[in-house]
T-cell receptor, first 111, second 110 residues
Framework: GENVEQHPSTLSVQEGDSAVIKCTYSDSASNYFPWYKQELGKGPQLIIDIRSNVGEKKDQRIAVTLNKTAKHFSLHITETQPEDSAVYFCAASKGVGRLAFGKGNQVVVIP | SQTIHQWPATLVQPVGSPLSLECTVEGTSNPNLYWYRQAAGRGLQLLFYSVGIGQISSEVPQNLSASRPQDRQFILSSKKLLLSDSGFYLC?????????FGQGTRLTVV
């Protein structure tokens, strides 16, 4: 099955700086790559996603890039704010809803 | 608009007791429904998914079972809880591609 690895496990950034989280996946047939943000005690929330026919997608301060050849994709957060502090999960899927998740990345934005 | 409800938010149960967690989705029909578990410091593991009433697929062998008695209702159960069943349980539905999660149930087995 699909194996998704996510790194680094923890990332601390100064407020206003950029944060980048990288994920790799193993199954070249995966075609959908979402990113989730999870705040303490809450369920994960979808923040951005990308499909395999697109190399980059941007939504305000967040963007996702996909390299199908290398089988990795990255989340970019620019102009970080304290409310960006959370755990971020990447995932990959070949089919509807059956996502394989990475282990999560704790992002800490230092004011 | 579609909403997903999951309850209870927290639950403390003794080892060997039964479990029933309920999830309902509103505002859509015939949704794909999922149960995930999140152990401390780990990612989300898919436990069960359902594409329709009475249709349940299990991803990993375990002490849990799932049922879908109605179109928008998904239930996670156990006859006898184990300590290792402790975790954060998340119900989700799929509007197409991604997942929309409920707020989760924190289960502690003591």
């Amino acid at each position: 099955g699909e194996n998704v690895e996510q790194h680094p496990s923890t990332l601390s950034v100064q407020e206003g700086d950029s944060a980048v989280i990288k994920c790799t996946y193993s199954d070249s047939a995966s075609n959908y790559f979402p990113w989730y943000k999870q705040e303490l005690g809450k369920g994960p929330q979808l923040i951005i996603d990308i499909r395999s026919n697109v190399g980059e997608k941007k939504d305000q301060r967040i963007a996702v890039t996909l390299n199908k050849t290398a089988k990795h994709f990255s989340l970019h957060i620019t102009e970080t704010q304290p409310e960006d502090s959370a755990v971020y999960f990447c995932a990959a899927s070949k089919g509807v809803g059956r996502l394989a998740f990475g282990k999560g990345n704790q992002v800490v934005v230092i004011p | 608009s579609q909403t997903i409800h999951q309850w209870p938010a927290t639950l403390v149960q003794p080892v060997g007791s039964p479990l029933s967690l309920e999830c309902t989705v509103e505002g859509t029909s015939n949704p794909n429904l999922y149960w995930y578990r999140q152990a401390a410091g780990r990612g989300l593991q898919l436990l069960f998914y359902s594409v329709g009433i009475g249709q349940i697929s299990s991803e990993v062998p375990q002490n849990l079972s799932a049922s879908r008695p109605q179109d928008r209702q998904f239930i996670l159960s156990s006859k006898k809880l184990l300590l290792s069943d402790s975790g954060f349980y998340l119900c989700a539905w799929s509007p197409g591609g991604g997942l929309i999660f409920g707020q989760g149930t924190r289960l502690t087995v003591v």
